[in-house]
């Protein structure tokens, strides 16, 4: 089955600890997108990646980086200086063809303590 | 003006009843509006969607209602049932860039759905 899977699904970490989320599909989709979700917040962009290689800024990348050194993959790190981190990130895929909408993975909840 | 604002942040509703959300929106460039259904612990999933040239689509028990005007839109559930009991997002898109990669989607911030029996 074509999906995302994100992992892993729970994550603890210590304060001033740098943590990686990894992201995986198998859609062959284009463009990869990482959304941090907060009760009563909706869904913000952190970054996206339209291209292998090439990936931009969303609306609250301070204190998190990512890499897209393939096609299929999008990992995500919450650095120390990333204020708040605990929360439930949602990584998503897109195709450029018919609809143009997004694939969520199941997401991971990072909890800091 | 990026914004896309949602209504009511919670909703309760009997089995059978109608729910409904609202959103609404500014900018004048979004030109699809989909909506997102999530359950607890999974990711969003589509649920349905509409372009601004349509004033309703429906499929099963879910519509959505576009008024172009208005800049508004909504979502109506018929006859609810506890499985529909999840979070509902709005979203709307816009380009950002060239090309058919720079589309975005800004998300409202979602409505908590609870049908009871």
């Known amino acids: 089955d074509g999906g995302i899977t994100q992992s892993p699904k729970y994550l603890f970490r210590k304060e001033g600890q740098n943590v990686t989320l990894s992201c995986e599909q198998n859609l062959n989709h284009d463009a990869m997108y990482w959304y941090r979700q907060d009760p009563g917040q909706g869904l913000r962009l952190i970054y996206y990646s339209q291209i292998v290689n090439d990936f931009q800024k969303g609306d609250i990348a301070e204190g998190y980086s990512v890499s897209r050194e393939k096609k299929e993959s999008f990992p995500l790190t919450v650095t120390s200086a990333q204020k708040n981190p605990t929360a439930f990130y949602l990584c998503?895929?897109?195709?450029?063809?018919?609809?143009?909408?997004?694939?969520f993975g199941a997401g991971s909840r990072l909890t800091v303590l | 003006q990026q914004q896309v604002k949602q209504s009511p942040q919670s909703l309760i509703v009997q089995k059978g009843g109608i729910s409904i959300i609202n959103c609404a929106y500014e900018?004048?460039?979004?030109?699809?509006f989909p909506w997102y259904q999530q359950f607890p612990g999974k990711g969003p999933a589509l649920l349905i969607a509409?372009?601004?040239?349509?004033s309703e689509k429906k499929e099963g028990r879910f519509t959505i209602s576009f008024n172009k005007s208005a800049k508004q839109f909504s979502l109506h559930i018929m006859d609810s049932q506890p499985g529909d009991s999840a979070t509902y997002f709005c979203a709307a898109r816009s380009m950002v860039g060239a090309g058919a990669g720079s589309y975005q989607l800004t998300f409202g911030k979602g409505t908590k759905l609870s049908v009871i029996p």
């Open positions: 900018n004048t460039a979004f030109d699809y």
């Open positions: 998503a895929s897109r195709d450029y063809s018919g609809a143009n909408v997004l694939t």
């Open positions: 509409i372009r601004p040239d349509v």
